[in-house]
């Protein structure tokens, strides 16, 4: 008789999420970011019946924005290298979108006052120090969870101090 076994990759076996949910949420992320960005640029330049709800437009814009920029970190809660990975991945798929329009809104980083570089490494600092603050988080309480105490056997490979 053949005996056969299954052979899980070891993202599965360990109990965390692959590489492609990093990956997939990451690229939804920044179709969402996208979509809210040119809805945004469309409301403010094309549709001059909103333009007395500028604060209101611009407020609710920003709200779904930060939302929708804290779907990795709700996502991997867990694991602060995977948030870092899938934001970046659709942070740079949002700056790339914003490069190209560029092409279409006359003088858009002159009225946003940034370039699509400059909104690259905000949004990568903005991630790295939410990722920082997530593993920090963790380690605070892991250690409040978790006794901290010292070895009570002497190390066989530690040299003693002899006088």
Aim: a positive charge; glycine letters at 6%; hydrophobic letters at 55%.
């Amino acid at each position: 008789m053949i005996e056969t076994q299954l052979v899980a990759p070891e993202d599965r076996v360990a109990g965390g999420k692959s590489s492609h949910a990093v990956f997939k949420t990451g690229l939804c992320t920044g179709a969402l970011l996208i979509i809210v960005m040119l809805g945004a640029l469309v409301a403010a330049n094309r549709d001059p019946a909103l333009e007395p709800y500028a604060f209101v437009r611009n407020a609710i814009s920003y709200i779904v924005f930060v939302l929708l920029m804290l779907i990795p970190m709700c996502r991997f809660l867990t694991d602060p290298w995977k948030v870092f990975a899938s934001s970046m991945i659709g942070w740079l798929m949002l700056a790339a979108a914003f490069d190209v329009a560029g092409f279409f809104f006359k003088d858009l980083f002159y009225a946003v006052s940034r370039t699509p570089l400059q909104v690259l490494v905000e949004g990568t600092v903005v991630y790295g120090v939410l990722a920082t603050a997530l593993w920090l988080a963790q380690m605070v309480l892991y250690a409040r969870n978790h006794p901290i105490r010292p070895r009570r056997k002497v190390s066989t490979n530690t040299v003693r101090h002899v006088r």
